[in-house]
């Protein structure tokens, strides 16, 4: 059964919190394009953390942008010369906050960092979803809507429009991309590639050890790719893995581009559309490329496909049906899941999406 809306009549002003990671950030650009279509002449701001601002960054249906720093913030906290400069940064940043005053409130981060922010910020309506974590839903003034975990993020996100009675016909999802992006990224492939070469982008990194995939796979992968699909691969990620990649591609011949942390977010999205497809572990950059419509190949382990896959049609996801999977473990002593995954495998189903049958 529908819930009844919360609201009967329209918001003049609404505040969203989706904080972090990067996928996360992505997943709610949809909920963000129905609320505006729905709330044509309201404010809507965004509070983000400054790893994933840049994803929004631009975007026509945000009237503003609220940076939380709070990683930096927190260093310099811990850091005598500059714990004055950081508490005067938080005390504006806050000022910020409670200077707006909102017809409705949003938390998608359902953390208590997030809840903080909710009660911080001056609402008439605070709303969250169900099973949220660390005590945020005491911020809330409302009861928590229905959230389905076994839904896909980007769907349970969309929950709150429909809790809020709005209509969910169409949307894009795509990150906003500016003339400078594409310029850049465009400069930058013309000094190594031809325009008429099939590119492949691999992104092989992740932030636990649970999710990695073999380093030596992944240069058996584009061997193969270009020696025998006469691919040209090019690999990204973060600067921090600039030093793996490198490791990777050492030995091959051609030398692949490495371009971790060569890119801005924006940069990324577009340089993936330059790109026939991504093979990718599950992380951040495979919900980027999902987003711009660009064909995902992505290998899952410790985590579930149906909730945090790449969301659309084109993608494939390869992963083994094992007891233990998911586990959503960080650590794992044997990490089968991730080692059951061949590179014949990997290499068929690129071949099938760049040569179908």
Not at 128 to 137: I, L, Q, R, V
Not at 286 to 312: K, N, S
Not at 332 to 342: D, P, R
Request: charged fraction near 25%; aromatic fraction near 8%; hydrophobic fraction near 40%.
């Amino acid at each position: 059964m529908k819930k009844t809306p919360i609201h009967i009549d329209p918001p003049h002003s609404i505040l969203l919190i989706k904080l972090s990671a990067i996928g996360d950030v992505v997943h709610t650009l949809p909920l963000l394009e129905v609320l505006r279509k729905n709330f044509p002449t309201a404010r809507i701001d965004w509070l983000v953390e400054e790893e994933a601002w840049p994803i929004i960054e631009g975007h026509r249906d945000v009237d503003r942008i609220l940076v939380s720093h709070r990683k930096s913030w927190q260093k310099m906290l811990f850091s005598p010369g500059q714990r004055a400069a950081a508490l005067e940064e938080i005390k504006r940043f806050v000022q910020t906050i409670r200077s707006e005053h909102y017809d409705l409130v949003i938390d998608l981060h359902g953390l208590f960092k997030s809840g903080v922010l909710a009660g911080l910020a001056r609402g008439r309506r605070k709303i969250g979803f169900t099973g949220g974590k660390e005590g945020s839903m005491l911020f809330l003034t409302d009861r928590p809507y229905p959230f389905d975990y076994n839904r896909h993020a980007l769907e349970r996100y969309l929950q709150a429009a429909d809790y809020l009675g709005c209509s969910i016909d169409s949307w894009k999802g795509e990150i906003p991309l500016q003339e400078k992006d594409k310029g850049r990224i465009d400069r930058l492939l013309a000094d190594h590639f031809r325009a008429e070469d099939p590119l492949v982008a691999i992104n092989p990194m992740a932030r636990w050890i649970t999710k990695l995939w073999d380093e030596e796979r992944f240069t058996s992968l584009a061997v193969r790719l270009q020696e025998e699909m006469s691919s040209k691969v090019l690999f990204t990620g973060s600067p921090a893995d600039r030093p793996v990649i490198d490791r990777i591609i050492n030995t091959m011949n051609p030398r692949p581009l490495n371009l971790a942390g060569r890119t801005t977010l924006r940069e990324l999205a577009y340089l993936y559309t330059r790109c026939r497809l991504l093979v990718t572990t599950d992380t951040g950059p495979m919900h980027i490329a999902a987003a711009m419509g660009v064909p995902v190949v992505a290998l899952f382990g410790p985590t579930a496909p149906w909730r945090t896959g790449p969301y659309g049609k084109g993608h494939t996801v390869i992963r083994e049906s094992l007891a233990c999977s998911p586990c959503f473990k960080k650590k794992c002593s044997h990490l089968t899941c991730m080692k059951s995954i061949t590179v014949e495998k990997v290499f068929d189903t690129v071949k099938e999406h760049i040569n179908p049958r």
